[in-house]
């Protein structure tokens, strides 16, 4: 039997619930905080990610999907978004026609990882990337939405972890003051830090290995080594944050695995969801744009992992969503009327209801099985002596009353359809 690909999986309905209550209350704060959605292409030029994200990240080193097409081209599935969205916005000239884009999307990413619990191949963000503006404000903004989503959905055991990298300068100076520190203990680091140890030091903080984290204990940190600018924009990002009830926590060690951060940076990491903790994680990149041959244009952005989120809010049981319904569900009597059940179905979505009827010729028991299968409001019931002398029966499902009907005179079931009880459910929901 072939099987899905290690690493993805199927969102069979009852997930799919679940993702469009989250996809909805994403969009509609975004829109609270008036972003627009949008889309780029699911695989882009390889050179696109080397050069953006950098080439001693994890991503580019061993994570991404990268084939050559028949042309020769050599592409990636993305594995982030940020790079295109960047790309995207440079080969449009977003910035000529509006001075700040704030933009956010919904997509897949792809990353060859070892797959495990909140860890997959396939797996989707959401997030947000605003263009043009350098006010640490800004920051704030995107730490606040996406605090914002996930108490929307429920999630109680959050932590907002802050740090500032400071601008590339500052940031060298101090990877200089990390590299004599830590330079007499090379031999004893991991395999993988000594190698970071060269190509990109600042990530030895993220190492897992608790020998690494022992050996870096007094080590200088990165927040007191950062210029001037940089520190006084993380301040108005901190006040910001605790005049918007927002709790966090300084991070020295949180540095972010991709080249193009600069200054602020942060992620929000849940309890309940084992050792894959960050649920997104984000901060300021404003030299990336330049980087990609846009004009210089500061950015800041983040990136929320959709699988993750759901797993925490399954575990902090954050949301339940009332039962799917059907409006009405139509009972055949006598299976020669099928066309005249097929009219009536058609006739009642027209006026905007779900109906639904049985399309296997089943018993009326079995009918009646599925209509409270499909937790259907009402039943009409078609066929019989009554079709005959023209009228139909209409059952309400809560209270079992019902209502006998002239056929040509579907207007009074739209009536009852209409009832208040029908509007409970919020369909605005899904
Ligand atoms: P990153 O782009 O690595 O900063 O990731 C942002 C968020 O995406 C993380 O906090 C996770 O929630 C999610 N994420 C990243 N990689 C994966 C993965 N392989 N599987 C599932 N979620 C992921």
Redesign the pocket.
């Known amino acids: 039997m072939i099987k899905a690909i290690k690493g993805t999986k199927d969102l069979l309905p009852d997930d799919v619930k679940n993702w469009k209550y989250l996809e909805h209350n994403v969009r509609n704060i975004f829109r609270d905080f008036n972003y627009k959605e949008i889309r780029t292409p699911i695989f882009e030029e390889t050179l696109l990610f080397e050069r953006s994200i950098g080439e001693a990240t994890d991503i580019v080193g061993k994570e991404m999907y990268t084939f050559t097409d028949r042309g020769g081209t050599s592409l990636t599935l993305k594995p982030?978004m940020t790079a295109s969205v960047v790309r995207a916005f440079i080969e449009h000239s977003l910035g000529n026609l509006q001075s700040l884009n704030k933009l956010f999307y919904i997509s897949p990413m792809f990353?060859q990882?070892r797959p495990q619990a909140?860890?997959?191949?396939q797996?989707h963000?959401f997030g947000a990337e605003a263009l043009g503006s350098a006010s640490p404000f800004l920051d704030a903004e995107m730490i606040q939405i996406a605090f914002h989503i996930l108490k929307k959905l429920g999630l109680n055991d959050l932590t907002v972890k802050i740090n500032s990298l400071g601008v590339p300068a500052s940031r060298e100076l101090y990877k200089e003051k990390l590299k004599s520190f830590l330079s007499d203990k090379k031999e004893l680091l991991s395999e993988d830090s000594r190698k970071r140890f060269d190509t990109n030091i600042l990530r030895i903080f993220d190492s897992k290995v608790d020998a690494d984290q022992h050996l870096l204990k007094g080590a200088p940190i990165l927040l007191e080594h950062i210029d001037d600018e940089s520190r006084n924009d993380f301040d108005i990002v901190m006040k910001a944050l605790a005049k918007a009830g927002i709790p966090f926590e300084l991070d020295p060690k949180l540095v972010?695995?991709l080249d193009y951060y600069t200054k602020t940076t942060f992620e929000i990491v849940s309890g309940k969801v084992g050792s894959q903790s960050?649920?997104?994680?984000g901060g300021r990149y404003d030299l990336l744009v330049e980087e990609l041959g846009g004009k210089p244009t500061p950015g800041v952005g983040f990136?929320?992992?959709i699988?993750?989120i759901l797993l925490a809010c399954e575990n902090e049981k954050s949301f339940t969503l009332p039962d799917d319904f059907l409006d009405l569900f139509i009972v055949k009597l006598d299976k020669e009327l099928s066309s005249v059940i097929f009219d009536t179905a058609s006739y009642f979505r027209k006026e905007g209801f779900t109906v639904d009827f049985d399309y296997l010729d089943r018993s009326v028991k079995a009918q009646m099985r599925e209509a409270n299968k499909c937790n259907a409001k009402f039943v009409l019931f078609i066929g019989g002596d009554e079709h005959k002398s023209g009228y139909c029966n209409l059952k309400k499902m809560s209270n079992g009353d019902q209502l006998q009907v002239p056929v040509a005179q579907m207007d009074q079931i739209l009536q009852a359809l209409n009832t208040p009880d029908l509007l409970q459910n919020d369909r605005s929901l899904y």
Do not use: K, P, T
């Open positions: 982030e990353r990882e909140g860890r997959l191949r797996f963000q972010r695995g960050a649920l997104c994680g990136a929320a992992g699988e993750r």
